[in-house]
């Protein structure tokens, strides 16, 4: 009997909400997958991040969604998902730290319980793309900003619709206006519009009428601010200066004037002191006389926090470097996160001043405090957030998201062991120039390592057949190769002279013997000796107009296929004359040779095309514009398209639609099928990898 309802408890257990706190054990690689994917690798590109108003939940936006991590030591607590090819921007906690507000794609605001993962409900907006959310002080209100100048303000409870309230009244200035910045008040009853058109708006909440217009020239996000008690406004104006305005008469109260126009302004948690930037300099204003009470240069004009009891600011210097600074006296606390060096803090003490140093990621992009602003934390350029203690500054720990994956392949060789053949290996790079590698099994990502040589972002890459070299292209100009999985930077294929830097196209031949690279509208033929890699001359190809956009080499090497704006050309690559030539009515993107060499796809900007070789006739036009992968058997075709998340799946004999694969938050960059042809990896520019079962049953089908 005990061992029968021990049997019910585990049972029902089993199947309530997995709790904040529980779950950590569990393959996050798993977790809330789209139907037919069997893991995803990596966690997505940052957006944004907030702390829980208790401080113990840190929230991670990415474009899959919103990643909930234990504050206090970074673990993983809970992923809410994004909706099926939908990505996720901002996260807005409520003030009592029940409801998590997601902003996502396609008008909807969804309102989460975070602690149990329950989407309580969508909040439909006015526009395509809601511009923010904002909580009322007690919670009970959300307001939802559209790009049409309008806020709507909605019951969290109920969900229900309550008022509208403008911004600007013109209705001719308003198209293509944006909102500048929106608040309520501190006790709720009054929220304020700032638009373009240089006014702010208060309106009343209960009643939902227009209290008073102040008429100034505000700068942008963040150019004004509440007083902690509500009774004041500080607008910042395109002419330097700062007023100050009576909320409950809509007067103006006094001018703080400055030569230099400014975008940042900010109360002090007390409200005795009002912050701004001018000349790359932040100064403490007294808040109610305008005499400056201290000034810290900080040499650029970025953003800046006060840390919630207001004794200490922080400030990002465009240089990615973060200073934290003694509101009181002026003292510079903290120097830090500054790209490719160290972070130093200096705290007064009764000696001196104690340094700390510590090593940083990246730049930093922004900075946020914890309610109790006991940690800093740092978003950084490397796709990492760095959680700082800001009375010690010792890092406490990184949390490693991953940028756009712009090229994935599934490994000849095994987890970098040449004996072990037990499971398989994914390779990912990343547009931030790192590469990962993955085991397809486990979902860990078992080594990462940087391309270095590289000074910009990764715009395309080709693997070769066997795995073991990685050809890059980048915004820097320049073609390299690589040695996998050492990383090993092995040559120099092509630098940037007379094309545009990201115009490089590669693909290795089929032996992996030699490389076809397209610089502007010529092709230039590498071979890939293993002492010396050597250029071919003069091979003779060349487009008569256009860049090469698309290049690959046909299954048995005797053929190069070339895409340019207009046309495309099949090259023999022994004499390097053209065999056919085809005229096309749009940009040719990418393109493809069927396994057994008898079809090609073409990736247009419009569709994609699959030809017959041989009597180079038109067999059939399918959905997809940009990537494009035959499976190894050759009888299904994947195509994607460049803004779209979704990959689809193609019978390459009869053209019919066979699957649709939807997952990503944003454009798919690279296709690989593993060497069996049962899997299939979507890299997605939502910087996430979805591995996709070809015999699973739960695949979407059209």
């Known amino acids: 009997m005990k061992k029968i309802l021990v049997f019910i408890l585990m049972s029902i257990f089993s199947s309530l909400p997995i709790l904040l706190g529980q779950n950590v054990a569990a393959d996050i690689a798993k977790w809330h997958l789209p139907k037919g994917a069997v893991a995803r690798l990596g966690k997505g590109f940052i957006n944004d991040i907030a702390y829980s108003p208790d401080g113990k939940h840190l929230a991670v936006v990415s474009d899959i969604g919103v990643w909930i991590y234990d504050a206090q030591n970074g673990t ?20 009592n730290g029940h409801i998590l507000a997601v902003i996502g794609d396609m008008w909807k605001i969804q309102l989460w319980d975070y602690r149990s993962q329950t989407l309580k409900g969508s909040l439909v907006g006015r526009s395509y793309s809601p511009t923010g959310v904002v909580f009322s002080p007690d919670g009970r209100t959300i307001a939802i900003m559209d790009i049409d100048q309008t ?46 058109d240089g006014t702010i708006r208060l309106w009343d909440t209960t009643t939902g009428k227009l209290k008073h217009t102040l008429i100034g020239n505000i700068t942008s996000v963040g150019s004004f601010c509440f007083s902690p008690d509500g009774k004041t406004i500080a607008t910042r104006s395109f002419t330097g200066s700062v007023w100050l305005w009576d909320t409950t008469t809509g007067r103006h109260k006094i001018t703080l004037e400055y030569a230099v126009s400014g975008e940042n302004i900010a109360y002090s948690p007390d409200g005795e002191t009002i912050a701004v930037i001018v000349s790359g300099t932040i100064l403490l204003l007294d808040a109610t006389t305008g005499e400056q009470k201290s000034n810290f240069e900080i040499g650029v004009e970025k953003l800046f926090s006060f840390s919630p009891d207001g004794t200490i600011i922080a400030a990002v210097k465009e240089n990615g470097i973060v200073q934290v600074w003694d509101t009181k006296g002026g003292i510079p606390l903290k120097y830090g996160f500054e790209e490719e060096t160290r972070v130093e803090l200096e705290v007064p003490i009764a000696t001196g001043k104690h340094k700390y140093t510590f090593e940083c990621a990246d730049s930093v992009g922004g900075i946020v405090f914890s309610p109790d602003g006991g940690t800093l934390t740092t978003v950084n350029a490397n796709n990492t957030v760095q959680v700082w203690n800001t009375k010690t500054g010792e890092l406490k720990y990184t949390l490693e998201h991953t940028s756009s994956v712009i090229g994935v392949s599934f490994s000849k060789f095994s987890n970098f062991n040449e004996g072990s053949k037990k499971d398989s290996t994914l390779i990912t790079v990343h547009s931030d120039k790192t590469v990962r590698q993955w085991n397809t099994k486990t979902h860990v990502c078992q080594r990462t390592f940087s391309l270095t040589k590289h000074t910009d972002a990764i715009h395309s890459v080709a693997f070769s057949p066997d795995g073991r070299t990685l050809a890059t292209a980048s915004f820097d100009g320049h073609y390299l190769l690589w040695e996998i999985p050492s990383g090993l930077f092995k040559e120099t294929l092509a630098e940037d002279s007379s094309v545009s830097k990201n115009d490089f196209v590669g693909s290795f031949s089929p032996d992996g013997d030699k490389f076809a690279l397209g610089v502007g509208g010529s092709v230039e033929i590498f071979e890939l000796a293993p002492a010396k890699v050597k250029k071919i001359i003069n091979n003779g190809m060349e487009h008569r107009q256009g860049w090469i956009r698309g290049i690959a080499y046909s299954p048995k090497g005797d053929i190069i296929a070339t895409g340019t704006d207009s046309d495309l050309i099949l090259w023999d690559t ?32 419009n569709d994609t095309l699959l030809w017959d070789i041989q009597t ?39 053209g019919a639609h066979k699957d649709r694969l939807i997952g990503h938050g944003s454009g798919v960059k690279s296709i690989a099928y593993s060497p069996d042809g049962k899997i299939i990896a ?11 079962s070809l015999a699973s049953h739960d695949l979407n089908t059209k």
Request: glycine share 8%.
């Open 76 to 95: 993983e607590q809970a992923l809410l998902p994004a909706a099926p090819g939908k990505a996720v921007s901002r996260v807005v906690f409520s003030p």
């Open 151 to 196: 806020t709507q303000l909605w019951d969290v409870k109920t969900m229900k619709f309550k008022c509208t309230l403008e911004g600007s009244t013109d209705a001719v200035a308003n198209e293509g206006m944006e909102y500048f910045s929106v608040a309520y008040s501190p006790d709720g009853n009054v929220f304020a519009i700032g638009s373009e």
């Open 574 to 605: 022994i004499i390097g004359t053209p065999m056919n030539t085809h005229d096309c009515e749009f940009l040719i993107r990418n393109l493809a040779f069927s396994p057994d060499g008898r079809t090609i796809a073409i990736s247009t900007s």
């Open 616 to 654: 180079w006739t038109l067999k059939h036009t399918l959905d997809g514009n940009s990537i494009v992968a035959f499976s190894p058997d050759g009888r299904t075709i994947a195509t994607s398209y460049s803004w779209k998340g979704t990959v689809q799946l193609w019978d390459t004999k009869t």
């Open 682 to 692: 979507t890299a997605g520019e939502d910087g996430t990898v979805f591995l996709w």
